[in-house]
């Protein structure tokens, strides 16, 4: 079973310490959707680990489709074992953590033909560079966001286009929260270099957050998840500004467990 602990840093903003480790899933299976669910969709937990390893204080952050799956996610999540926060060596309480669970509850795989061509322009519109345009079609793709009415492919989809969108804008903590939310459905993009896309995506945001650290522990697991391979051709600059700011001193040795498609 896949996790990003992304959504983990972007809510503790505060440097984690070398001698510090967050909490690591050790058992769990994904939460199964409700047989009567005909919709796809997503729950954030956020819940505190125990010394003990276990899930403490569970509660739903947010959901899409609202109160659909809530149930569900809880009940998965309180049967999960974790490996405790770790401070210099001893288990620690963690009051704070985080994780989204995914479900497919339609069975769609796929983008449908009345979003492709909306989306395919989206993505033209944004390699353009042409903003205006994009807001504007990212817009009537937002209709059914709010209708909930997308599969799991066009969350996808939605979540990486606003992400850019917002990067673009300079709005990072938002695109951080929607790039991550798009690398929670990484299995839903048919194109591996998506999703190297959107990791240098969160890199450039956490930098332009100021959130040195993050950047440069964040960029390290991910060149270790992609067996070294690095960064392709596009992201060498920002390679670039991660060795600078490591040589600077950034960088607390955070392990983030990175989504890498299966295609990559």
Not at 116 to 145: H, W
């Amino acid at each position: 079973m896949k996790f990003a602990a992304v959504l983990v840093a972007l809510f503790c903003v505060t440097a984690v310490h070398a001698a510090e480790t967050p909490p690591r899933l050790l058992k769990g299976e994904p939460a199964v959707a409700p047989k009567t669910a005909t919709a796809d969709g997503w729950v954030l937990l956020r819940f505190g680990v125990t010394k003990d390893g276990k899930p403490d204080n569970i509660r739903v952050g947010r959901s899409y489709p609202q109160g659909v799956f809530d149930a569900a996610a809880m009940d998965a999540l309180k049967t999960y074992e974790f490996q405790p926060k770790m401070v210099n060596g001893a288990a620690v309480d963690e009051p704070q953590h985080a994780m989204r669970f995914v479900f497919n509850g339609s069975g769609d795989t796929g983008v449908r033909s009345q979003y492709a061509g909306l989306i395919r322009d989206i993505q033209r519109d944004i390699r353009k560079g042409d903003l205006v345009a994009a807001e504007a079609r990212l817009a009537d793709l937002n209709k059914a966001f709010k209708a909930e009415a997308l599969n799991l492919t066009e969350l996808a989809r939605y979540y990486e286009l606003s992400g850019l969108i917002l990067n673009t804008k300079q709005q990072y903590l938002d695109a951080a929260e929607h790039i991550e939310a798009a690398l929670r459905l990484y299995d839903y993009f048919d194109n591996p270099k998506v999703v190297d896309s959107l990791h240098a995506q969160m890199v450039y945001a956490f930098v332009s957050m100021g959130q040195y650290h993050n950047a440069v522990d964040y960029f390290a697991s991910w060149s270790r998840q992609t067996g070294g391979k690095g960064p392709d051709a596009g992201s060498k600059q920002l390679a670039a500004t991660v060795e600078k700011l490591q040589k600077e001193g950034y960088g607390r040795g955070r392990v983030f467990e990175i989504a890498v498609s299966s295609e990559s």
